[in-house]
């Protein structure tokens, strides 16, 4: 492992993290930058396992769901032994959450948000982080989270109230992405604080006075090269390129071009001449008329795509569907520039992901993992408050981390799930009938294209 010019650090004086619902890893990533260990992490879906295991080549990954997971075997994957879990962190999915009944959380739907408590728990963590959607603090909603906060209480853990939602765009990343975030600690411990902004939401009225505007559309993916100018990425998501622009002080850190940029996290071994997660999506002539006419802010008519302005922040990136659920392909954002939606590279540079983090090879896979992950720089707030409760002071490791196996980012889900072995978790049936009707869906919004075009 190569030696950073960095101040000596023991690797088990760093605070120890467990991921839960980890997918491609956003909070593993925050966290680690706060100078956190990773000491494991959960994921039911093996595609996304197999790439958190590309970028934190350090952290044992445990392919299952957390339903039923035991503390113990947790600690024996993670090879910790008895050591203090300072944190466990991560969001239940929130697509199947049911408000039938007097019991919120005693409905089955909810069962992996109580698997969550139970697992902070049994590790006896010190403090935990459980974000989710915004829309569980409004309405209906609100008794689920005083039935979670309760459950918490009976554990032994005591939850900052009241509770709040967080914008990414607030902790410098182009986007705007509220997300709810709770913290907690055992009782006696610390509690955490919310982080405090540091950067108004670009494009729009300050609401923070003194702050400084947070990064652009342009700011984050200025500097790139345009992916249709290379044939190779019609068949590739990577290419060998020197075709940067002049970078901003964030596309500065998203490229790693300083130490600084790593923050207290592991410096990675990467080719920083490579432009990855970057394969072409072919249009049609109409559609890119259409999303040449779009004005910037707004939503194309037709494919309801929104067009980045350049001037401020993307809307929130969303996951698509998975297989179970018609595996339709998340509503990539229309580039500022180019009459085309963005790549999987560029939505990476609006959550705040940097360059040397890989994704899986397709768009389909790619978008979804971008889609679902808090932004690194959201995270890496809410961790250095995590790390501030506990009385640590980061430090920056000596050694640098050599990236995964990159077949691991080629994996489909049949793949993916022998190479982990485990069983597919959804047919590849039913993706396909996905895939069939969002193309069907595709061919009508272009039929009513060409209506609208003919007058």
């Given at each position: 492992?190569?030696?950073?010019?960095?101040?000596?650090?023991?690797?088990?004086m760093?605070?120890?993290?467990?991921?839960?619902?980890?997918?491609?890893?956003?909070?593993?990533?925050?966290?680690?930058?706060?100078?956190?260990?990773?000491?494991?992490?959960?994921?039911?879906?093996?595609?996304?396992?197999?790439?958190?295991?590309?970028?934190?080549?350090?952290?044992?990954?445990?392919?299952?769901?957390?339903?039923?997971?035991?503390?113990?075997?947790?600690?024996?994957?993670?090879?910790?032994?008895?050591?203090?879990?300072d944190?466990?962190?991560?969001?239940?999915?929130?697509?199947g959450?049911?408000?039938?009944?007097?019991?919120?959380?005693?409905?089955?739907?909810?069962k992996?948000?109580?698997?969550?408590?139970?697992?902070?728990?049994?590790?006896?963590?010190r403090?935990?982080?459980?974000?989710?959607?915004?829309?569980l603090?409004?309405?209906?909603?609100?008794?689920?989270?005083?039935?979670?906060v309760?459950?918490?209480?009976?554990?032994?853990?005591?939850?900052?109230?009241?509770?709040?939602?967080?914008?990414?765009?607030?902790?410098?990343?182009?986007?705007?992405?509220?997300?709810?975030?709770?913290?907690?600690?055992?009782?006696g411990?610390?509690?955490?604080?919310?982080?405090?902004?540091?950067?108004?939401?670009?494009?729009?009225?300050?609401?923070?006075?003194?702050l400084?505007?947070?990064?652009?559309?342009f700011?984050?993916?200025?500097?790139?090269?345009?992916?249709?100018?290379?044939?190779?990425?019609?068949?590739?998501?990577?290419?060998?390129?020197?075709?940067?622009?002049?970078?901003?002080?964030?596309?500065?850190e998203?490229?790693?071009?300083?130490?600084?940029?790593?923050?207290?996290?592991?410096?990675?071994?990467?080719?920083?001449?490579?432009?990855?997660?970057?394969?072409?999506?072919e249009?049609?002539?109409i559609?890119?008329?259409?999303?040449?006419?779009?004005?910037?802010?707004?939503?194309?008519?037709?494919?309801?795509?929104?067009?980045?302005?350049?001037?401020?922040?993307?809307?929130?990136?969303?996951?698509?569907?998975?297989?179970a659920?018609?595996?339709?392909t998340?509503?990539?954002?229309?580039?500022?520039?180019?009459?085309?939606?963005?790549?999987?590279?560029?939505?990476?540079?609006?959550?705040?992901?940097?360059?040397w983090?890989?994704?899986?090879?397709?768009?389909w896979?790619?978008?979804?993992?971008?889609?679902?992950?808090?932004?690194?720089?959201?995270?890496?707030?809410?961790?250095?408050?995590?790390?501030?409760?506990?009385?640590?002071?980061?430090?920056?490791?000596?050694?640098?981390?050599?990236?995964?196996?990159?077949?691991?980012?080629?994996?489909?889900?049949?793949?993916?799930?022998?190479?982990?072995?485990?069983?597919?978790?959804?047919?590849?049936?039913?993706?396909?009938?996905?895939?069939?009707?969002?193309?069907?869906?595709?061919i009508?919004?272009?039929?009513?294209?060409?209506?609208?075009?003919?007058?």
């Amino acid at each position: 492992m190569n030696q950073l010019e960095r101040p000596e650090a023991k690797q088990d004086m760093r605070p120890l993290g467990i991921d839960l619902f980890a997918g491609a890893g956003g909070l593993s990533l925050g966290f680690e930058q706060a100078g956190f260990d990773i000491a494991a992490a959960v994921e039911i879906d093996p595609v996304h396992c197999a790439v958190h295991s590309y970028n934190f080549p350090g952290t044992p990954i445990i392919p299952h769901s957390v339903e039923g997971l035991s503390a113990d075997f947790i600690r024996e994957t993670a090879g910790i032994g008895d050591r203090q879990i300072d944190c466990v962190f991560g969001g239940a999915p929130c697509q199947g959450f049911s408000l039938i009944g007097h019991r919120v959380l005693d409905d089955p739907r909810n069962k992996l948000v109580l698997e969550f408590v139970r697992i902070v728990s049994e590790l006896k963590a010190r403090t935990f982080v459980f974000e989710n959607v915004k829309g569980l603090t409004v309405g209906k909603h609100k008794t689920f989270l005083k039935e979670l906060v309760a459950a918490f209480d009976a554990a032994g853990y005591e939850v900052r109230i009241p509770w709040k939602v967080l914008n990414a765009g607030h902790y410098g990343t182009p986007q705007f992405r509220q997300r709810l975030i709770l913290f907690g600690c055992q009782k006696g411990e610390t509690l955490p604080d919310y982080p405090m902004p540091l950067t108004n939401v670009a494009g729009r009225k300050p609401i923070f006075e003194d702050l400084p505007e947070g990064p652009t559309c342009f700011s984050a993916l200025g500097d790139l090269p345009d992916a249709d100018c290379f044939q190779m990425l019609r068949k590739s998501d990577t290419v060998k390129t020197t075709g940067y622009a002049e970078p901003s002080t964030y596309a500065s850190e998203m490229r790693c071009i300083t130490n600084d940029a790593w923050h207290f996290g592991y410096v990675r071994e990467w080719d920083p001449s490579s432009l990855t997660s970057s394969a072409r999506t072919e249009h049609t002539e109409i559609s890119k008329q259409r999303f040449s006419e779009t004005a910037p802010g707004t939503v194309e008519p037709i494919s309801r795509f929104f067009k980045l302005p350049m001037g401020g922040v993307s809307n929130t990136l969303r996951a698509g569907t998975d297989g179970a659920r018609g595996a339709f392909t998340s509503p990539r954002p229309i580039h500022y520039r180019y009459d085309r939606c963005v790549t999987v590279r560029e939505m990476a540079r609006l959550h705040g992901f940097p360059d040397w983090f890989r994704f899986n090879v397709t768009k389909w896979h790619g978008a979804r993992q971008i889609g679902n992950a808090v932004p690194p720089p959201l995270a890496r707030a809410v961790a250095a408050q995590v790390m501030k409760s506990l009385g640590v002071e980061p430090n920056r490791p000596q050694c640098a981390l050599t990236l995964g196996d990159k077949t691991l980012l080629s994996l489909d889900l049949s793949g993916a799930a022998t190479y982990f072995g485990v069983k597919t978790p959804h047919s590849r049936r039913n993706r396909k009938s996905g895939i069939k009707k969002r193309k069907q869906i595709d061919i009508e919004r272009e039929r009513l294209a060409k209506q609208v075009a003919n007058g």
